[in-house]
């Protein structure tokens, strides 16, 4: 079992920053990689952002790429994602999750572990 803990949401203007933190209860080699999911109000969760356990391969969606960098520090077992120029709609509920199945980075339902979610608001 794998606990993750996400921090650093927040109110931010639009064009701001924020680094979002997760930290990982252990490590367990079962890991592929991490990924960062978010969820707006009424609408479904959406891939964001993955990195792998070695941080050699990193993964975006399309919407976020250019502002966004996701990065870890594994002796730390901590996976962050920097957000730079923000928008409005990057408004939602930020989740971090750890993949232990092969596959599409971008696919939620490879990913077993999930912390309880961060909130991010931009204001226009």
């Known amino acids: 079992q794998v606990r993750l803990v996400e921090s650093g949401g927040g109110l931010v203007q639009a064009g701001g920053s924020l680094r979002l933190s997760c930290a990982a209860s252990?490590?367990?080699?079962?890991?592929?990689?991490m990924g960062w999911f978010r969820q707006a109000p009424g609408k479904e969760r959406e891939f964001v952002a993955a990195?792998?356990?070695?941080?050699?391969?990193?993964n975006y969606a399309d919407s976020v790429k250019g502002r966004f960098t996701i990065s870890i520090d594994n002796t730390k077992n901590t996976v962050y994602l920097r957000m730079n120029s923000l928008k409005p709609e990057d408004t939602a509920v930020y989740y971090c999750?750890?993949?232990?199945?092969?596959?599409?980075?971008?696919?939620?339902?490879?990913?077993?572990?999930w912390g309880q979610g961060t909130q991010v608001t931009v204001s226009s």
């Open positions: 999750a750890a993949k232990i199945r092969q596959g599409d980075y971008a696919r939620l339902s490879l990913y077993s572990y």
């Open positions: 252990r490590r367990t080699f079962s890991v592929y990689a």
């Open positions: 990195i792998s356990w070695s941080g050699g391969n990193t």
